[in-house]
Every structure is written in structure tokens, then in C-alpha cells.
């Protein structure tokens, strides 16, 4: 079965500053990777996926994230955070199958100092 | 731009009762699913549900629970017999539905389950 880590449940950084969030799964075969972003009291909004092809990919909002297969990770990264990025981003994998289920990491809250 | 809207947005119940959280997918998408969130903790499939019937369904899943497309539009859970371990965050979401490539799924912003 598919597993997530996200290795760091809490970072700070500071507005302006780069941010690199970690996400290493465990999948047999090649995954469908998600990031997700969460505000407070809203639901899941999609970041950036990875099927196939190009191992960076964009997002919205400024983020991209590299697949590693050598590494099984796919770590989310912004060249210059902004307050209004504070919350809770969820790395997940997909599986093409019948149920296109998503196995979710733990999250990492994302704090700016000003 | 279209989305996933959920109803109601908290539910309070009292254990052994049933509820029913309802979930408007986006209109022309065709796997719908759910997933919860325990205060906490990871959020955790649930259910898929396509053409009419359950694609896959986890562990916690179990016979308290249903999922019901009743319309053209809702997509509905319901937990038959409410247990305080029940309550958490209830996610509805879709997806289009195309063999060769899994789309992304879309959520909804949850409602808040608590049992007392």
C-alpha cells in the first residue's frame, strides 16, 4: 500500500525568504503526486500535480515542486514566501485505479514572520 | 470558476442519531468521493463512487456508513448510527473521469461533524 511522510510538522519562516516543504512517499510503481494547501476553516486547494514528463512542475501561486524518483520524494518550494502563504500544505499520492483514492501526508503548518 | 459546495457547514448530533452531509459536485464531473479529517490528524479516504456505485471504499468505511448520488446533482454520506469517534472534518470531492489519465480531485471546504 501507498504511505506519505511529511517529515516536518511545523516550519517558520520569514516573509521573503525561500521555503522548501519535504514530502517522500512509498508506491511500487510510479505515483500521481498532489500538493495541497489549506487556510484556516477552507477546504483543499490543489497546488500542482505531477502524472508524467517534465520532473518540475508549476503551480499557482508561485510554488513549483521536483519529482525524485531516486529520492521517492516530491518536495514543495517557493523562491520568496509571502504572508498570506501561512497554512497547512499537504502532500498526497494518487493511485490510477477503480478509485483514484488520494493517501494524504500528516501536513506541514507553514508559519511567516513578518 | 466552478467548485465543490457542502452543506451543512457544522452538524452537531448526539450519539446513535444519524446524519446526512450533503455535497454538490462539480457539474460535469463524474467520481465523487469522500474523505474525513480527525482533529489532528491525516485526512483519510473514505469513498469513491462512479456510475452509480462504490469504486472503492477503506477500512473505515464500514456498514454505518452510505453514499447516495439521489439526484442529477447531490452527493450525499450518511452515517446511520452516530459514535463520538464520528466526529471530524467531512470532506466531499470530485474529479473527471477520463480512462487514460487520473484527474485531479476537487474539494469541498468540509463540514464539521461533532458528535456528543
Known sequence: ?114 | EPEVTQTPSHQVTQMGQEVILRCVPISNHLYFYWYRQILGQKVEFLVSFYNNEISEKSEIFDDQFSVERPDGSNFTLKIRSTKLEDSAMYFCASSESQLATPYEQYFGPGTRLTVT
Open chain 1, 1 to 114: 500500500a501507498q504511505s506519505v511522510t511529511q517529515p516536518d510538522i511545523h516550519i517558520t519562516v520569514s516573509e521573503g525568504a525561500s521555503l522548501e516543504l519535504r514530502c517522500n512517499y512509498s508506491y511500487g510503481a510510479t505515483p500521481y503526486l498532489f500538493w495541497y494547501v489549506q487556510s484556516p476553516g477552507q477546504g483543499l486547494q490543489l497546488l500542482l500535480k505531477y502524472f508524467s514528463g517534465d520532473t518540475l512542475v508549476q503551480g499557482i501561486k508561485g510554488f513549483e515542486a521536483e519529482f525524485k524518483r531516486s529520492q521517492s520524494s516530491f518536495n514543495l518550494r517557493k523562491p520568496s514566501v509571502h504572508w498570506s502563504d501561512a497554512a497547512e500544505y499537504f502532500c498526497a499520492v494518487g493511485v490510477h485505479n477503480a478509485g483514484n483514492m488520494l493517501t494524504f501526508g500528516g501536513g506541514t503548518r507553514l508559519m511567516v514572520k513578518p
